[in-house]
Every structure is written in C-alpha cells, then in structure tokens.
C-alpha cells in the first residue's frame, strides 16, 4: 500500500513538471522550514494573504478561469464514471481510480486557476495516516485531491451522494459517508468507517471544523477525527493552507491570482490515545493549527 502511494505521488509530481514546463505556473516544493525562517515565513504569508484585486478585466479573467474549470471537471467526472463503473467488482482499485482522478483533476484545475503555489513538508505527504486540513474555500478541495497520497479515502456527509456528478463519482470511488444527524449514530458510522480503512490498509483524509470558514479564520475543530485515530491508530498529518481564503472567497465568483502554500506537519502518533482525553487532543492539534497559520487566519481569542 505505501509503496503504492509512494509511486502514485511520484507520478503526480511527474504531471505538475508537465503542467508547469506548460503553463507557466509556478510550483514550488520546500521540504523542510527551520526555526529561524519561520517567523519570516509567517510575515510574507500574512502580507500575501493581504492581495487583493478588482477591475472588470480581472473579473472576467475570473469568470472565464471558473467555467473552464467546471467544464474541464465535468469533463474528467464523466470519464471517470465511466472507469468506476467497469470496476464495480474491484472496490479496492476504484478507490485506487478515484484517487488517481483526483490528482489529475486537482492538479489541472489548479493549474488553470494559475495560482503560484509552495508545498512545504512533502517528506510526510506518502504516509499512510489520517490527513486532515483547514477549510476555508473551494480551492482546498482542488488542493486536497491533488495531494493526498494513493490509498486515501474521503468522509462525507451521507448527503454528497444527491451532488450531480461528483457525488454519484464519490460513491463510485467508494468513499466514506457517515451520518451527522443524530450525534450517537455518527460516532458508530465513524466507527465503523475506522474499521474499514483498518481493514483495506487505507488512509483517510478529513476537514476536522466540519464546515468551511467564511472569512479564512480557524473554526472549533469537532471532535470526528479524534474517535477515528482512536479506532484505527493512525498517526494524524495536519495540512495546514494558507491563502485559499483570499483567492477564492466562500460566496464568490472571484477568483484572485493569490500565492498559497500548503504546509505538511510532522506525523502525531496516536497509538497511547484514550477516549477519556479527547477534549484534549481536539484542543492539542487546533493549537498546532494556530501556531502555524498567519495572523489573519488564526481563531480570535
């Protein structure tokens, strides 16, 4: 499975060479950020996250760069639907398809959005783990299908099945969905959904706050991801992104050429882990978050 996933991420980083020699966007992977260059880092992140555009030019650059996208998606969904249906049999190779889907059409959406990007931490991007991200635009689920590895499953409210296409292609890829109307049904789907990524050596990636961030600021982190590290044991990658909400704001058509920049933390273990202390863990990593995000996106006091 690792070797897989390894293999998989190679080849899409073959593609983003591809792309780049292509089009001109620029991609740019940082391993590793001592502690001296941090507090600089921070500093061009948070004047970064600070661009703004306006103008009518702009505007339909803008609307132009979202109905490609959208076509280009449909495009590859449909595709992909087809190749899912032939593999009903195999549910292991159509999650092996949906992931493979996902780095094509994540990458090449990203690339016609056109915004400059820098991967920082790409040494702890093929573990087999639970990756979990911040949310605060549309972009993040562009950026979250690109880059998780081979051998990762999403979890979804059971709802995602009624989004055309793309709903119909998740279930084909055959995805998690829990059910989050009753609180006690929900920890028993997750529960159940650990023991099938135990079960098919899988890997899981999830939006800890639950819902998107209106204007870029870390939600409450609710407490899902927790009861699953518990269950599968599975150390915890945070993926921390920067700038999304600035390039593509929730609730707007607007798409601003903003440099972003997703960050990959050192693995958490989660093997000594007990239920008693999850408050703590839920409070532990959202710190972690904090820490790591530029001002205008850490949680108020």
Request: charged share 20%; proline share 7%; with cysteine.
């Amino acid at each position: 499975m690792e070797n897989t996933g390894s293999s998989a991420f190679l080849r899409s980083r073959r593609l983003e060479s591809f792309l780049n020699t292509s089009s001109g966007q620029r991609v740019e992977v940082t391993p590793k950020v001592s502690v001296k260059e941090e507090p600089e880092r921070r500093l061009k992140t948070h004047i970064v996250s600070n661009y703004d555009d306006e103008g009518w030019l702009l505007d339909i650059i803008s609307w132009i760069r979202i109905v490609i996208c959208f076509v280009s998606m449909m495009v590859t969904t449909f595709i992909w639907a087809l190749i899912m249906l032939v593999l009903i049999p195999w549910p292991y190779e159509r999650i092996r398809q949906g992931n493979i889907y996902g780095h094509v059409t994540g990458r090449m959406l990203m690339w016609i959005l056109g915004n400059p990007i820098k991967i920082e931490g790409s040494e702890y991007a093929n573990k087999r783990a639970i990756y979990i991200s911040n949310h605060a635009s549309p972009i993040d689920i562009f950026l979250i299908m690109w880059l998780t590895p081979t051998g990762t499953v999403g979890i979804a409210k059971k709802e995602i099945i009624w989004y055309p296409l793309f709903g119909q292609l998740y279930v084909l890829a055959n995805h998690l969905r829990i059910d989050r109307s009753n609180p006690t049904v929900a920890i028993e789907s997750l529960k159940e959904a650990a023991r099938a990524v135990v079960r098919n050596n899988l890997s899981l990636i999830i939006f800890p706050e639950g819902t998107r961030s209106k204007n870029g600021r870390l939600l409450p982190f609710k407490k899902g991801f927790i009861h699953l590290a518990i269950q599968s044991r599975l150390p915890i990658v945070p993926m921390v992104l920067t700038g999304t909400h600035r390039a593509w704001r929730k609730g707007s058509l607007h798409v601003r050429p903003a440099p972003l920049t997703v960050k990959y933390l050192p693995p958490i273990s989660t093997e000594n882990w007990t239920v008693d202390k999850i408050d703590d863990y839920v409070e532990m990593v959202r710190n972690l978050y904090a820490e790591h995000l530029p001002e205008n996106q850490r949680p108020l006091p």
